[in-house]
Protein backbone atom coordinates (compact mmCIF):
# COMPACT_ATOMS: atom_id res chain seq x y z
CA UNK A 1 0.00 0.00 0.00
CA UNK A 2 1.20 3.63 -0.61
CA UNK A 3 1.41 5.45 2.50
CA UNK A 4 3.17 8.53 3.69
CA UNK A 5 3.33 9.28 7.30
CA UNK A 6 3.90 12.63 9.24
CA UNK A 7 5.05 12.84 12.52
CA UNK A 8 7.09 15.39 14.44
CA UNK A 9 3.79 17.76 15.32
CA UNK A 10 2.78 19.83 18.46
CA UNK A 11 2.87 22.59 20.52
CA UNK A 12 6.08 25.15 20.36
CA UNK A 13 7.04 28.32 22.04
CA UNK A 14 7.33 31.41 19.30
CA UNK A 15 11.19 31.75 18.25
CA UNK A 16 11.65 27.75 18.46
CA UNK A 17 12.13 24.82 16.49
CA UNK A 18 10.65 21.99 15.47
CA UNK A 19 11.52 18.85 13.23
CA UNK A 20 9.17 16.98 10.57
CA UNK A 21 9.17 13.73 9.42
CA UNK A 22 7.50 11.84 6.43
CA UNK A 23 7.88 8.27 6.03
CA UNK A 24 7.37 6.88 2.75
CA UNK A 25 6.68 3.08 1.42
CA UNK A 26 4.62 1.08 -1.23
CA UNK A 27 6.67 3.05 -4.02
CA UNK A 28 10.10 3.49 -4.97
CA UNK A 29 10.85 7.11 -3.20
CA UNK A 30 14.03 8.34 -4.67
CA UNK A 31 12.13 8.11 -7.99
CA UNK A 32 9.95 11.37 -7.03
CA UNK A 33 10.36 14.89 -6.16
CA UNK A 34 8.57 15.29 -2.40
CA UNK A 35 6.46 18.77 -0.61
CA UNK A 36 5.49 19.98 2.43
CA UNK A 37 2.37 21.65 1.99
CA UNK A 38 -0.02 23.18 5.37
CA UNK A 39 -3.41 23.71 5.53
CA UNK A 40 -4.14 26.66 9.13
CA UNK A 41 -6.86 25.93 10.77
CA UNK A 42 -10.25 26.45 9.20
CA UNK A 43 -8.08 28.03 5.99
CA UNK A 44 -7.34 26.97 2.29
CA UNK A 45 -3.78 24.65 1.41
CA UNK A 46 -0.70 26.38 1.13
CA UNK A 47 2.47 25.62 -0.63
CA UNK A 48 5.27 25.00 2.13
CA UNK A 49 8.78 23.85 0.14
CA UNK A 50 9.48 20.96 -2.48
CA UNK A 51 12.70 18.91 -3.16
CA UNK A 52 14.08 16.73 -6.07
CA UNK A 53 14.53 13.37 -6.19
CA UNK A 54 17.98 13.62 -5.73
CA UNK A 55 18.07 16.85 -4.04
CA UNK A 56 19.14 18.72 -6.69
CA UNK A 57 16.28 21.13 -6.80
CA UNK A 58 14.70 23.04 -3.86
CA UNK A 59 11.76 25.41 -3.49
CA UNK A 60 10.22 27.22 -0.76
CA UNK A 61 7.49 29.81 -0.10
CA UNK A 62 8.27 33.11 0.46
CA UNK A 63 6.81 32.63 3.68
CA UNK A 64 9.09 30.28 5.23
CA UNK A 65 12.31 31.28 3.02
CA UNK A 66 14.99 31.52 5.20
CA UNK A 67 13.62 29.92 7.99
CA UNK A 68 12.48 26.35 6.85
CA UNK A 69 15.36 23.68 5.67
CA UNK A 70 13.74 20.77 3.34
CA UNK A 71 15.81 17.89 2.87
CA UNK A 72 15.62 13.56 2.14
CA UNK A 73 17.24 10.73 3.00
CA UNK A 74 16.32 8.05 -0.07
CA UNK A 75 17.87 5.10 1.89
CA UNK A 76 15.30 6.06 4.84
CA UNK A 77 12.74 6.66 2.25
CA UNK A 78 12.11 9.87 4.38
CA UNK A 79 10.94 13.47 3.74
CA UNK A 80 12.15 15.95 6.38
CA UNK A 81 10.80 19.62 7.41
CA UNK A 82 13.50 21.57 9.41
CA UNK A 83 11.57 24.69 11.13
CA UNK A 84 13.23 27.29 12.95
CA UNK A 85 12.14 30.45 14.58
CA UNK A 86 9.03 29.32 14.57
CA UNK A 87 5.59 31.95 14.55
CA UNK A 88 1.74 32.12 15.54
CA UNK A 89 1.20 32.12 11.67
CA UNK A 90 3.07 29.23 11.44
CA UNK A 91 -0.06 26.86 13.21
CA UNK A 92 -0.71 24.59 10.94
CA UNK A 93 -1.65 20.71 9.56
CA UNK A 94 1.24 19.94 7.93
CA UNK A 95 1.34 17.32 5.19
CA UNK A 96 3.16 15.57 3.02
CA UNK A 97 2.86 14.72 -0.57
CA UNK A 98 4.37 12.89 -3.56
CA UNK A 99 5.10 14.73 -7.04
CA UNK A 100 4.36 12.90 -9.87
CA UNK A 101 7.41 13.45 -10.95
CA UNK A 102 11.10 13.88 -10.48
CA UNK A 103 11.04 16.54 -9.97
CA UNK A 104 9.01 20.16 -8.97
CA UNK A 105 6.89 20.05 -11.86
CA UNK A 106 3.65 17.91 -11.41
CA UNK A 107 0.73 17.49 -9.70
CA UNK A 108 0.50 15.77 -5.81
CA UNK A 109 -0.90 12.13 -6.73
CA UNK A 110 -0.03 10.87 -2.63
CA UNK A 111 -0.99 12.84 0.77
CA UNK A 112 -0.22 11.56 3.97
CA UNK A 113 -2.58 12.58 6.70
CA UNK A 114 -1.14 15.72 8.29
CA UNK A 115 0.86 16.30 11.51
CA UNK A 116 -0.24 19.07 13.45
CA UNK A 117 1.96 22.51 14.90
CA UNK A 118 0.63 24.12 17.04
CA UNK A 119 3.23 27.80 17.98
CA UNK A 120 1.75 29.33 20.77
CA UNK A 121 3.50 30.78 23.93
CA UNK B 1 3.99 34.89 -8.02
CA UNK B 2 0.65 33.32 -9.77
CA UNK B 3 -2.41 34.03 -7.91
CA UNK B 4 -5.22 31.81 -8.36
CA UNK B 5 -8.67 33.06 -7.57
CA UNK B 6 -11.61 30.40 -7.64
CA UNK B 7 -15.42 31.01 -8.27
CA UNK B 8 -17.85 30.91 -6.36
CA UNK B 9 -16.46 30.58 -3.07
CA UNK B 10 -19.79 28.40 -2.05
CA UNK B 11 -22.05 26.31 -4.44
CA UNK B 12 -25.04 25.43 -3.14
CA UNK B 13 -26.43 22.19 -5.57
CA UNK B 14 -28.91 19.34 -4.99
CA UNK B 15 -27.17 15.52 -6.01
CA UNK B 16 -27.76 15.03 -9.78
CA UNK B 17 -27.15 18.50 -10.83
CA UNK B 18 -24.33 19.63 -12.51
CA UNK B 19 -21.30 21.57 -10.62
CA UNK B 20 -18.89 23.83 -12.91
CA UNK B 21 -16.02 25.77 -10.76
CA UNK B 22 -14.33 28.01 -12.14
CA UNK B 23 -10.21 28.77 -11.58
CA UNK B 24 -8.43 31.85 -12.86
CA UNK B 25 -5.21 32.77 -13.01
CA UNK B 26 -3.15 36.33 -12.91
CA UNK B 27 -0.67 35.01 -15.57
CA UNK B 28 -1.06 32.48 -18.08
CA UNK B 29 -0.36 28.91 -16.52
CA UNK B 30 2.98 27.66 -18.73
CA UNK B 31 2.16 24.01 -20.35
CA UNK B 32 -1.63 24.09 -18.74
CA UNK B 33 0.26 22.80 -15.50
CA UNK B 34 -2.97 23.27 -13.44
CA UNK B 35 -4.59 20.49 -11.24
CA UNK B 36 -7.62 19.88 -9.15
CA UNK B 37 -7.94 18.21 -5.37
CA UNK B 38 -10.93 17.76 -3.13
CA UNK B 39 -10.83 17.76 0.06
CA UNK B 40 -13.60 16.15 2.80
CA UNK B 41 -13.75 17.46 6.25
CA UNK B 42 -10.83 15.69 8.66
CA UNK B 43 -9.03 14.15 5.44
CA UNK B 44 -6.16 15.04 3.09
CA UNK B 45 -6.59 16.52 -0.52
CA UNK B 46 -6.91 13.58 -3.17
CA UNK B 47 -5.67 14.62 -7.01
CA UNK B 48 -8.78 14.50 -9.47
CA UNK B 49 -7.14 16.24 -12.12
CA UNK B 50 -3.69 17.18 -13.44
CA UNK B 51 -2.40 18.97 -16.60
CA UNK B 52 -5.76 20.78 -16.92
CA UNK B 53 -7.51 17.75 -18.17
CA UNK B 54 -6.20 14.27 -17.16
CA UNK B 55 -8.30 12.40 -14.36
CA UNK B 56 -6.14 10.59 -11.82
CA UNK B 57 -6.10 7.44 -11.35
CA UNK B 58 -9.26 6.19 -9.56
CA UNK B 59 -11.44 9.44 -10.48
CA UNK B 60 -14.62 8.99 -12.11
CA UNK B 61 -15.77 10.16 -15.29
CA UNK B 62 -18.15 12.22 -13.72
CA UNK B 63 -15.15 14.80 -13.01
CA UNK B 64 -13.69 16.81 -15.97
CA UNK B 65 -11.37 19.66 -16.45
CA UNK B 66 -10.90 22.03 -19.08
CA UNK B 67 -9.11 25.25 -19.85
CA UNK B 68 -5.81 26.67 -20.63
CA UNK B 69 -3.89 30.10 -20.60
CA UNK B 70 -5.56 32.05 -17.26
CA UNK B 71 -9.05 30.31 -17.22
CA UNK B 72 -10.03 26.56 -15.98
CA UNK B 73 -12.80 24.96 -15.52
CA UNK B 74 -13.05 21.61 -13.14
CA UNK B 75 -16.85 20.21 -14.06
CA UNK B 76 -18.90 17.06 -12.21
CA UNK B 77 -21.90 16.38 -14.52
CA UNK B 78 -23.79 15.02 -12.13
CA UNK B 79 -23.30 15.48 -8.17
CA UNK B 80 -23.24 12.05 -6.44
CA UNK B 81 -23.56 12.58 -2.09
CA UNK B 82 -19.96 11.82 -1.85
CA UNK B 83 -18.79 14.53 -4.14
CA UNK B 84 -20.39 17.46 -1.11
CA UNK B 85 -16.88 18.92 -0.37
CA UNK B 86 -14.14 21.82 -0.73
CA UNK B 87 -12.49 21.75 -4.48
CA UNK B 88 -8.64 23.49 -4.91
CA UNK B 89 -6.78 24.43 -7.76
CA UNK B 90 -2.85 24.58 -8.21
CA UNK B 91 -0.85 25.75 -10.63
CA UNK B 92 3.03 24.08 -10.94
CA UNK B 93 4.19 25.71 -13.89
CA UNK B 94 5.67 28.76 -12.04
CA UNK B 95 6.61 27.72 -8.40
CA UNK B 96 3.31 26.32 -6.85
CA UNK B 97 0.30 28.12 -5.04
CA UNK B 98 -3.19 26.73 -4.54
CA UNK B 99 -6.57 28.74 -5.05
CA UNK B 100 -8.77 29.44 -2.16
CA UNK B 101 -11.09 26.81 -2.51
CA UNK B 102 -14.72 26.42 -3.70
CA UNK B 103 -17.00 24.75 -1.33
CA UNK B 104 -19.78 22.50 -2.86
CA UNK B 105 -22.38 22.31 -0.59
CA UNK B 106 -25.72 20.83 -0.59
CA UNK B 107 -28.87 22.99 -1.45
Known amino acids: EVQLVESGGGLVQPGRSLRLSCAAS????????MHWVRQAPGKGLEWVSGISWNSGSIGYADSVKGRFTISRDNAKNSLYLQMNSLRAEDTALYYC??????????????WGQGTMVTVSS | EIVLTQSPGTLSLSPGERATLSCRAS???????LAWYQQKPGQAPRLLIYGASSRATGIPDRFSGSGSGTDFTLTISRLEPEDFAVYYCQQYGSSLTFGQGTKVEIK
Open chain 2, 27 to 33: QSVSSSY
Open chain 1, 26 to 33: GFTFDDYA
Open chain 1, 97 to 110: AKDMTQWLVDAFDI
